[in-house]
């Protein structure tokens, strides 16, 4: 069970590489060594690791720079650091930059393999959500690309989305929600026939329902996905209406939450601005007015006037011909 289990351990004392490789065996774990950043750099290109256990004051490379490679690398792997008592602090400031846990030396033989069993088990099933995360993205990027009407619609709503929340000045987590939501919203579309969708004409009512089915069909691609949970509320709302009157649930106002009103103004301004089968793109102004038109109705008034300014001062020409 535990011998497709990789585990990398980075220490420059010979004495800790040796008690942990020595544990970590004998529970079946693959364990590789390394005294440096130098000599384990080498390792982390070459090997996929489930696990990396370094020590926090690796001479040769800063604690962030450390985690930030081990991600880039081994994007599924569980970064553990290790310290003494008297850099404890560092190892928990290290969470900071990407690790996920840390522990403290000397350690407890008994409590280690415990404790390892837990990261692994975890490390496991983080990894397989998000492997299947990134299989849903490939496939929302390659519903957009199957016609050129809608080629990089939602990589475009994502960059849209992404410059409002930077001009709120969000925080990192709901940029890294933005951006996810953003990729994925319309991935509901999927389950909407194409008859439909690319449509040249007006849709009749039953077809718009229809395509209005969406936000809840993405919901239930998405659910099973652990990694998605905080997500899902964005893509699920991003038809909501700032006056009540949007679906799926029409929420009003703030009962909406936030990334999907940024994301529903993203969304209509993107889609105004691109050719469609059934009509050609609107020039920047119309588009403009619309958003502005539908303050406190479709659109979150703050949200407009903060995209607005941010297409000013992009040199976006906003002005009415």
């Known amino acids: 069970m535990n011998a497709d289990v990789y585990i990398l351990i980075i220490d420059g004392e010979a004495a800790v590489l040796n008690s942990f490789a020595d544990v970590f065996s004998k529970e079946g774990y693959q364990v590789l060594k390394a005294g440096s950043w130098q000599e384990a750099l080498p390792q982390i290109k070459a090997q996929k690791f489930n696990v990396v256990i370094a020590d ?6 800063s604690c962030r720079e450390m985690a ?10 569980f970064v553990i650091t290790t310290a003494g008592f008297s850099d404890i602090e560092l190892a928990r400031e290290s969470i900071q930059y990407g690790a996920h846990d840390y522990l403290s030396k000397p350690f407890d033989p008994v409590d280690i393999v415990v404790s390892m069993r837990k990261i692994v088990e975890k490390q496991r099933l983080q990894s397989d959500s998000k492997q299947l995360f990134d299989t849903i993205k490939v496939l929302a990027l ?3 690309a199957r016609d050129h ?17 930077g001009e709120m000045m969000l925080a ?3 940029l890294d929600k933005i951006r996810d939501a953003g990729i994925l919203h319309d991935i509901g579309k999927i389950g909407i026939p194409d008859a439909i969708l690319l449509k040249p004409g007006r849709l ?3 077809e718009y329902n229809e395509i209005k089915k969406h936000p809840e069909i993405g919901k239930k691609i998405l659910e099973p996905v652990d990694c998605l949970a905080d997500k899902i509320p964005l893509i699920y709302h991003h038809h909501e209406r700032f006056d009540g009157k949007g679906y799926p649930c029409g929420l009003r106002g703030e009962e909406i939450p936030l990334g999907a009103r940024i994301l529903t103004v993203a969304d209509a301004y993107q889609a105004m601005t691109s050719d469609r089968p059934y009509r050609k793109a609107l020039p920047v102004y119309i588009a403009v007015e619309e958003l502005i038109i539908g303050k406190d109705k479709q659109f979150d008034a703050r949200i407009v006037d903060v995209f607005l300014r941010v297409l000013k001062r992009k040199g976006v020409d906003c002005a009415r011909r």
């Open 172 to 174: 990192k987590e709901e």
């Open 204 to 206: 009749t009512e039953e």
């Open 142 to 144: 390659a519903l957009d």
């Open 56 to 61: 926090v004051c690796l001479p040769d490379i």
């Open 149 to 165: 009407y809608t080629h990089g619609h939602s990589e475009q709503v994502t960059e849209y989305a992404l410059m409002i929340a």
């Open 68 to 77: 930030e490679t081990i991600r880039e690398e081994n994007r599924y792997a």
